[in-house]
């Protein structure tokens, strides 16, 4: 493969997402004299808009679609590859395109993402959704459908859940509670009217769901989706008509129950994709499957980082911070990257960013604003802790938690407008068990107070 080498590039990126856009334009920008390669199989790359900083540590911002030429007119130093890497030798320093081309690199950040983990494999029934075509085909797919079975109790199960009319949807959460990558049951609790209620009475007649709460028994290469994946996109099904007591596909529950769809979404997590890279190199793994990346995004492999989904962060964390697969990580992941390989280049130290120090994630779930902070669902911290709850019925949900009485992490509902305060509560680590459940006082203005 050496030989054939078409050109080597100084840096080359491989993954049009958000992760690998964000790294190829902090390299781009910052080495405006060497070559810079994106490789990525889609014809579009993921680009960050509309980026706010909320709080220190808050950020918010959009995702758009668009064509990679915007990339290439932006920086005169990039070009883009329009294929998948096939293979990867990291002792001679290059990748094989599908296409059948060879490049080479100094530097390589692997940043291809993840694909859905589905319950079956290639059955026509079950759909995952990833990119732009699944979701496209699940809109398609859903226009005829009466009764879909959703099934995963992440991000996207809840924004689907909320989401679909017109068709009747069957829940399968293994869980007791709704959302618990998310929220834990009082969060859950509170989210449920909105899932009962009628959101728009005129388009959603005949909107149903119900819940259930065992798991069935038992190749997307686009980027993933993210926040409002499914604006834009008509999420109706057809009215439900009279059951025929015959459908396509069923699904047996592990209690016993068996239901017949239309088609079943399988939205039970994700694979990092890691296939192509691994075979002939020593690729150290996580227990996820993910590319093992240190402090400084480095995989086991001399010259290879990886960011966003495709990597494990398995440097020691901070006690108030954890990897979800999120655009938010992707991004800050994806910089961060860029920025550790120049620094390897140019033999300078850099340290930890830090964005790696506080969880902190805002997100909008059945049309609430929710915020996660810190170890918002007492992630890892066994029975060593405390819970403070404020609820104030369809307004907000105020969760702290206390270890120590230090705030390690907090969930924010609704407009609660806390989350300055709460943030710099768990960075400044202040011993708050003098204040107890005044804390939460709702006549308290608690921004003053701690100002
Ligand atoms: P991706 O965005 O997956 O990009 C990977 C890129 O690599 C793609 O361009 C792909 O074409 C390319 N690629 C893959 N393999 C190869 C190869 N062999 N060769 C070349 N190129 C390759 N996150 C949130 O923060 N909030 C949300 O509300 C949210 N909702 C989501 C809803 C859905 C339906 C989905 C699927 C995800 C959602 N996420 C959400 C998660 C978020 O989208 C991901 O965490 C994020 O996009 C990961 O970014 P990435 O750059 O690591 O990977």
């Not at 940043?111 to 959704?129: D, F, M, W």
């Not at 686009?222 to 015959?246: C, F, M, N, V, Y």
């Not at 969760?399 to 709460?422: N, P």
């Amino acid at each position: 493969m050496e030989s054939k080498k078409e050109k080597t590039f100084k840096f080359v990126v491989v993954g049009g997402g958000i992760a690998g856009v964000t790294c190829v334009e902090q390299l781009s920008s910052q080495f405006a004299s060497e070559d810079v390669a994106l490789i990525t199989a889609g014809p579009h790359i993921k680009a960050v808009t509309n980026y706010k900083q909320v709080s220190r540590r808050l950020e918010e911002f959009d995702v758009e679609e668009k064509p990679s030429s915007v990339l290439e007119e932006k920086y005169s130093n990039l070009t883009i590859i329009h294929s998948a890497v096939k293979s990867l030798r990291t002792h001679t320093h290059c990748v094989e395109t599908a296409d059948g081309r060879v490049f080479g690199y100094e530097k390589l950040c692997i940043c291809s993402g993840a694909r859905p983990k589905l319950l079956t494999q290639e059955n026509p029934h079950v759909l995952g959704i990833r990119d732009t075509d699944s979701a496209q085909e699940f809109q398609k797919r859903l226009s005829t459908a009466k009764r879909i079975v959703v099934v995963g109790n992440g991000g996207i199960a809840l924004e689907l859940v909320y989401e679909v009319r017109r068709c009747e949807v069957i829940w399968a959460v293994k869980d007791k509670a709704i959302g618990n990558t998310f929220f834990d049951a009082g969060a859950a609790q509170f989210l449920i009217p909105s899932l009962e209620g009628d959101k728009e009475q005129a388009a959603a007649p005949c909107k149903r769901q119900r819940f259930t709460t065992e798991e069935p028994a038992p190749d997307a290469s686009g980027s993933a989706l993210g926040p409002d994946w499914h604006r834009g996109i008509e999420l109706q099904g057809q009215t439900p008509k009279p059951d025929t007591g015959s459908w396509p596909v069923y699904v047996q529950l592990t209690n016993g129950e068996t239901f017949g769809c239309d088609f079943v979404v399988s939205a039970t997590g994700v694979v990092p994709n890691t296939e192509p890279f691994l075979h002939g190199n020593n690729f150290l793994l996580a227990d996820d499957g993910g590319l093992q990346v240190d402090d400084h995004m480095m995989t086991s492999e001399p010259d290879v980082y990886a960011a966003g989904d495709v990597c494990s962060a398995c440097w020691e964390h901070s006690p108030l911070w954890q990897q979800m697969g999120l655009w938010t990580q992707a991004r800050q992941m994806g910089w961060y990257a860029g920025r550790c390989m120049a620094a390897d280049v140019l033999s300078e130290p850099i340290d930890l960013d830090f964005c790696f120090e506080l969880f902190s994630h805002v997100t909008k779930f059945f049309n609430y604003k929710v915020v996660l902070l810190g170890k918002f669902n007492a992630q890892g911290l066994g029975s060593n802790h405390e819970l403070l709850v404020r609820c104030t019925k369809g307004q907000e949900y105020v969760k702290v938690v206390l270890s120590g009485g230090r705030m390690v992490g907090a969930v924010l509902i609704g407009e609660t407008d806390l989350e300055e305060t709460f943030e710099n509560l768990i960075l400044n680590q202040m011993d708050l068990t003098a204040y107890g459940e005044e804390l939460l006082n709702p006549d308290i203005d608690i921004e003053d107070y701690f100002d």
